[in-house]
Protein backbone atom coordinates (compact mmCIF):
# COMPACT_ATOMS: atom_id res chain seq x y z
CA UNK A 1 0.00 0.00 0.00
CA UNK A 2 1.14 3.25 -0.89
CA UNK A 3 2.37 6.33 1.81
CA UNK A 4 -0.89 8.42 0.13
CA UNK A 5 -3.16 5.59 0.44
CA UNK A 6 -1.98 4.90 4.04
CA UNK A 7 -2.37 8.47 4.94
CA UNK A 8 -5.65 8.97 3.06
CA UNK A 9 -6.88 6.00 5.55
CA UNK A 10 -5.12 7.08 8.69
CA UNK A 11 -6.93 10.57 8.29
CA UNK A 12 -10.24 9.35 7.59
CA UNK A 13 -9.76 6.91 11.56
CA UNK A 14 -8.81 10.19 13.19
CA UNK A 15 -12.09 11.96 10.98
CA UNK A 16 -14.46 8.94 11.88
CA UNK A 17 -13.03 7.97 15.33
CA UNK A 18 -11.28 11.16 16.78
CA UNK A 19 -13.93 12.44 19.10
CA UNK A 20 -14.94 8.72 20.02
CA UNK A 21 -13.53 7.68 23.95
CA UNK A 22 -15.43 4.80 24.65
CA UNK A 23 -15.58 1.22 22.45
CA UNK A 24 -14.91 -2.05 22.08
CA UNK A 25 -11.99 -4.02 19.98
CA UNK A 26 -13.31 -7.36 18.76
CA UNK A 27 -11.59 -10.45 16.31
CA UNK A 28 -14.54 -11.41 14.06
CA UNK A 29 -12.26 -13.65 12.16
CA UNK A 30 -13.80 -17.49 11.46
CA UNK A 31 -17.22 -16.52 11.99
CA UNK A 32 -19.50 -17.68 9.44
CA UNK A 33 -21.01 -15.30 6.96
CA UNK A 34 -24.66 -15.76 8.48
CA UNK A 35 -23.46 -15.36 11.81
CA UNK A 36 -21.35 -12.67 10.98
CA UNK A 37 -24.52 -10.45 8.74
CA UNK A 38 -27.20 -11.61 11.72
CA UNK A 39 -24.83 -9.89 14.46
CA UNK A 40 -24.00 -6.94 12.05
CA UNK A 41 -27.98 -6.41 11.66
CA UNK A 42 -28.68 -7.06 15.05
CA UNK A 43 -26.10 -4.49 15.87
CA UNK A 44 -26.92 -2.00 13.20
CA UNK A 45 -30.64 -2.10 14.42
CA UNK A 46 -29.16 -0.46 17.88
CA UNK A 47 -26.95 2.30 16.58
CA UNK A 48 -23.62 0.01 17.02
CA UNK A 49 -21.18 0.06 14.15
CA UNK A 50 -18.49 -2.50 13.54
CA UNK A 51 -15.90 -1.44 11.58
CA UNK A 52 -12.67 -3.77 10.19
CA UNK A 53 -9.50 -1.97 11.03
CA UNK A 54 -5.86 -1.91 9.49
CA UNK A 55 -4.21 -2.17 12.82
CA UNK A 56 -0.92 -0.20 12.34
CA UNK A 57 -2.89 2.46 10.30
CA UNK A 58 -5.25 2.56 13.48
CA UNK A 59 -2.46 3.05 16.05
CA UNK A 60 -0.88 5.68 14.60
CA UNK A 61 -5.00 7.45 14.09
CA UNK A 62 -5.77 6.72 17.98
CA UNK A 63 -2.49 8.71 19.48
CA UNK A 64 -3.19 11.77 21.37
CA UNK A 65 -7.09 10.21 21.32
CA UNK A 66 -9.34 9.00 23.56
CA UNK A 67 -8.61 5.31 21.80
CA UNK A 68 -5.15 5.12 22.53
CA UNK A 69 -5.29 2.78 25.35
CA UNK A 70 -6.39 0.56 22.98
CA UNK A 71 -3.04 0.13 20.76
CA UNK A 72 -1.86 -2.09 22.62
CA UNK A 73 -4.36 -4.58 22.09
CA UNK A 74 -4.43 -3.96 18.56
CA UNK A 75 -2.75 -7.65 17.04
CA UNK A 76 -4.39 -9.65 15.02
CA UNK A 77 -7.48 -9.40 13.13
CA UNK A 78 -9.38 -6.30 14.66
CA UNK A 79 -12.50 -4.54 14.67
CA UNK A 80 -13.74 -1.53 16.31
CA UNK A 81 -17.34 -1.41 17.71
CA UNK A 82 -18.60 1.52 18.73
CA UNK A 83 -22.39 3.37 18.83
CA UNK A 84 -25.37 2.25 21.22
CA UNK A 85 -26.28 4.51 23.99
CA UNK A 86 -23.54 3.67 25.85
CA UNK A 87 -20.31 1.79 25.86
CA UNK A 88 -21.63 -0.10 28.74
CA UNK A 89 -24.53 -1.19 26.34
CA UNK A 90 -22.24 -2.44 23.37
CA UNK A 91 -20.59 -4.71 26.12
CA UNK A 92 -23.83 -6.45 26.92
CA UNK A 93 -25.08 -6.93 23.39
CA UNK A 94 -21.39 -8.08 22.39
CA UNK A 95 -20.96 -10.33 25.92
CA UNK A 96 -24.39 -11.99 24.45
CA UNK A 97 -23.03 -12.19 20.95
CA UNK A 98 -20.08 -14.13 22.00
CA UNK A 99 -22.67 -16.48 23.92
CA UNK A 100 -24.38 -17.15 20.62
CA UNK A 101 -21.04 -17.23 18.21
CA UNK A 102 -17.90 -19.07 19.92
CA UNK A 103 -15.39 -17.44 17.62
CA UNK A 104 -16.46 -13.89 18.29
CA UNK A 105 -13.37 -12.52 20.60
CA UNK A 106 -13.74 -10.09 22.74
CA UNK A 107 -10.39 -8.14 22.96
CA UNK A 108 -10.77 -5.42 24.88
CA UNK A 109 -12.61 -2.26 25.70
CA UNK A 110 -12.15 1.69 27.16
CA UNK A 111 -14.12 3.22 28.93
CA UNK A 112 -12.77 7.45 30.05
CA UNK A 113 -9.97 5.89 29.16
CA UNK A 114 -10.01 3.10 31.62
CA UNK A 115 -8.36 -0.25 29.65
CA UNK A 116 -11.10 -3.13 30.45
CA UNK A 117 -8.68 -6.06 28.84
CA UNK A 118 -9.54 -8.98 27.52
CA UNK A 119 -12.96 -10.98 27.52
CA UNK A 120 -12.88 -10.94 31.15
CA UNK A 121 -12.44 -7.06 31.04
CA UNK A 122 -15.94 -6.77 28.18
CA UNK A 123 -17.48 -8.88 30.72
CA UNK A 124 -16.60 -7.16 33.80
CA UNK A 125 -17.42 -3.39 32.01
CA UNK A 126 -20.92 -5.28 30.73
CA UNK A 127 -21.41 -5.47 34.44
CA UNK A 128 -21.50 -1.57 35.10
CA UNK A 129 -24.97 0.35 35.34
CA UNK A 130 -25.19 2.63 32.18
CA UNK A 131 -25.38 6.23 32.75
CA UNK A 132 -29.02 6.10 32.80
CA UNK A 133 -29.18 3.42 35.56
CA UNK A 134 -26.27 5.15 37.05
CA UNK A 135 -28.25 8.41 37.33
CA UNK A 136 -31.54 6.89 38.70
CA UNK A 137 -29.57 4.93 41.64
CA UNK A 138 -28.80 8.58 42.85
CA UNK A 139 -31.75 10.11 42.20
CA UNK A 140 -33.01 7.57 44.34
CA UNK A 141 -30.29 8.20 47.06
CA UNK A 142 -31.04 11.80 46.76
CA UNK A 143 -34.35 11.36 47.34
CA UNK A 144 -34.50 8.65 49.56
CA UNK A 145 -34.08 10.52 52.89
CA UNK A 146 -36.86 12.90 51.40
CA UNK A 147 -39.40 10.16 51.46
CA UNK A 148 -38.32 8.67 54.72
CA UNK A 149 -38.68 12.81 56.54
CA UNK A 150 -42.35 12.76 54.27
CA UNK A 151 -43.31 9.53 56.30
CA UNK A 152 -42.39 10.18 59.68
CA UNK A 153 -44.05 13.58 59.66
CA UNK A 154 -47.38 12.25 58.28
CA UNK A 155 -46.80 8.60 60.10
CA UNK A 156 -48.32 10.53 63.89
CA UNK A 157 -50.73 12.65 61.95
CA UNK A 158 -52.27 9.29 59.70
CA UNK A 159 -52.60 7.20 63.17
CA UNK A 160 -54.41 10.16 64.69
CA UNK A 161 -56.85 10.18 61.83
CA UNK A 162 -57.10 6.58 62.54
CA UNK A 163 -58.59 6.94 65.71
CA UNK A 164 -60.73 9.57 65.20
CA UNK A 165 -62.37 7.46 62.48
CA UNK A 166 -62.67 4.51 65.28
CA UNK A 167 -64.30 7.26 67.62
CA UNK A 168 -66.65 8.12 64.90
CA UNK A 169 -67.34 5.11 63.89
CA UNK A 170 -68.43 4.05 67.75
CA UNK A 171 -70.19 6.45 68.31
CA UNK A 172 -72.20 6.63 64.90
CA UNK A 173 -73.16 2.52 65.87
CA UNK A 174 -74.02 3.85 69.31
CA UNK A 175 -71.51 2.55 71.46
CA UNK A 176 -69.47 3.81 74.55
CA UNK A 177 -66.21 4.77 74.55
CA UNK A 178 -63.79 3.36 76.98
CA UNK A 179 -61.04 2.99 75.39
CA UNK A 180 -59.45 2.55 72.03
CA UNK A 181 -55.75 1.11 71.79
Do not use: C
Not at 23 to 52: F, P, W
Not at 79 to 85: E, H, K, M, Q
Not at 104 to 118: I, P, R, S, T, Y
Not at 134 to 146: E, F, G, N, R
Amino acid sequence: MSKPIKDMIVTEYKRRFGDIENALIIDIRGIEANDNNELRVDLQGKDIHITVLKNSLAKTAFEGTGLESLTETLSGPSALVIGGDSVVDVARNLVDWAKKIKELELKAAVLDGELFNGADGVKRLSNYPTKEEAQATVVQLVLSPAGNLVKAVTSPGSNLLGIIKEIRTRLEEGNTIEKIA
